[in-house]
Every structure is written in structure tokens, then in C-alpha cells.
């Protein structure tokens, strides 16, 4: 525990912003991390629904920050691949990610022969499939996820769970200590066998009634004259909630999402890429979430960024 930080604080005193996607608010962790030596860093949000953490490099002796898209696949990862050697993963079983959730999530599922859906952004979604799931007995829940830095395993609540996630994670920290390996050293072995994947955000702030305009605007550039090609990444199709319309260009073919309506863009690229967009439903904000697949950390890194270029350059 971090002494300055054991105790109840209301206020916050010990850091800006209680928010582990926050790199600021692990400077006092961190210190005591390489005080210690300490193989991982645990972070939660003060409502104790997200999970933060960090992961020591023993190759630099550096201090790793995962993404909540890493950290879920971690934690999905141990649990499929222990059910597996244990025989309780189950036929029917299906792992749930947000839109916006990396595709790593997807080739786990795909790998571990789990049914993939896809819902809105939004943990109440996918609560609302548990709660299917129990009512029709057509999936067994297994895992769920979102990019936010917050995951479920088990059904005891239909919104994500730091203190579960916390005490799983330092599972898969036993496991691979007792490996000899840290979990830094696994999440690289992850990408290696299913695939390297690396996510980004780019974030548009644009306020009062001018800003709301130009909000409004560029999401019907992007509906109404959709890009055919982000950089050198060809868009395969484009989904579009708000319309409950996909429309497959490659073959012309449109059909629905089966989603809520919502005013979200999502579009499917070339070689297991995407981009989403969506405003923020509580900030003057526009949103683009995107994803790539690489060769390997290096090239995926690379990939990311000239996707990234691209879609500011389209902006």
C-alpha cells in the first residue's frame, strides 16, 4: 500500500485526478514500486470499477503502463486458457467487448472457440446480454470488457468490477512468477500467439454552440461522404448505429447492425484495422477510437501511427 494513500481521502489530496487512465496519478506508486522493487502496480478508480496497473520490464527495469485494452486481455487470457486445461470452458461460451475494445478480443474468441458480440459503448450492454443469457440459456458468460479500463468476470454484477479484476490479476501475477516470467513477459507472449494489436484515441474538443456544430458537422461528413481509404488502409464497410444501416463497400450489399440506434461510426479497414467515431454524450468532445493489427510491436506501432495521420489529415 502507499502510505500517503491508505487511508480514506475524500479529497484527493495526494494527486490532480483520481483516474487510472491518468499516468499523473501513479507518480507516488511508482516511486514506491522501484523503492520495493515491485513486480506490478495496482491502481482503481475511487468507485472501485476500473482497474490501472503497471508492469515491470525486466529486460529495462522500467515500469510498463498497460492499456485497459491489455489489462482486459491479460486477465481473459489466463481465465481461457485455465478453464481450457481445466475442461469448464464451456460450448456455448461467449466473451462480450464494446465496439470500440480492441480486436485482440476477437481473435481470443476466435481461438478459444467462444462466440464474439459485440455491443454499444457502455458496461450497461453488456450486463444486458448476461441478463439474456440467463433468461434464454442460449451463451454462457465468460468474460466482458471495454477499452475504459473495465472488465467483469463472473455475474455477480452487471457493471465492472476493479475488486474482482484486481484479484485476478494478481492471479495471472502468481502465475507468472511461479513461470519465472512477469506479466509484462506474458501480454508480449499473448500478442505473439494470437496476434499484435495496438489501439488509440484521438480526442476533439470543441465547445459552446459553434463547437456543437462542428460536431455535428463532421459526423454527416463522415455519414454522408464516407472515406474509402485511411492512408494506405482501404475501408471495407461502414456501420452506421444511427441509421441501423452496414454498408459492405466491396460489394455494394446493406444491411442492419442489430444494434441500438446511436450516433456512432464505426468503420471496418483492411487488414483487421478500424475506426470508430462518436460524440461524447457528456463532454463537448468527438471521439476516434482506432485499431490496428502488426507483424509485431515495432510494425503495429508503426501501423498506429500512420493510421493516426491519416484520419487527422481526413479531419
Known sequence: MVPEQELPDPDFTTLEYPNPEDPKAYTLALKLAKEKDADIILA???????LGIYA???ATGEYIPFTGNMSGMLIAEYILREKKKMGTLPANGALIKSIVTTNLADALARDYGLKLIKVLTGFKYIGEQIKQFEETHENEYVFG??????????????????????????????????????????????????????????????????????IKDIMEKFRNDPPKAFGDLKALCLRDMQ???????????????????SNVLYFELENDSWC????????????????????????????????????????
Not at 44 to 50: E, G, I, K
Open 44 to 50: 482503481t478508480d475511487p468507485d472501485a470499477d476500473r
Open 56 to 58: 515491470k520490464d525486466t
Open 145 to 214: 470488457l471495454e477499452e475504459s479500463y473495465g472488465c467483469l468476470v463472473g455475474t455477480h454484477a452487471r457493471d465492472k468490477d476493479a475488486v474482482v479484476a484486481v484479484m485476478c490479476l494478481c492471479e495471472v501475477a502468481a502465475y507468472c512468477k511461479k513461470q519465472g516470467i512477469t506479466v509484462w513477459d506474458q501480454m508480449q507472449k499473448i500478442y505473439a500467439e494470437h496476434g499484435f494489436y495496438m489501439e488509440g484515441i484521438h480526442t476533439l474538443t470543441l465547445k459552446g454552440i459553434e463547437g456543437a456544430q462542428q
Open 243 to 261: 441509421k441501423d444501416q452496414v454498408t459492405d463497400f466491396v460489394t455494394g450489399g446493406v444491411s442492419g447492425t442489430g444494434l441500438p440506434t
Open 276 to 315: 470508430c467515431l462518436r460524440p461524447s454524450g457528456t463532454e463537448p468532445k468527438l471521439k476516434f477510437y482506432m485499431g490496428v493489427r502488426g507483424e509485431n510491436m515495432e510494425d503495429t506501432k508503426e501501423k498506429l501511427q500512420t493510421l493516426m495521420d491519416a484520419l487527422i489529415g481526413i479531419i
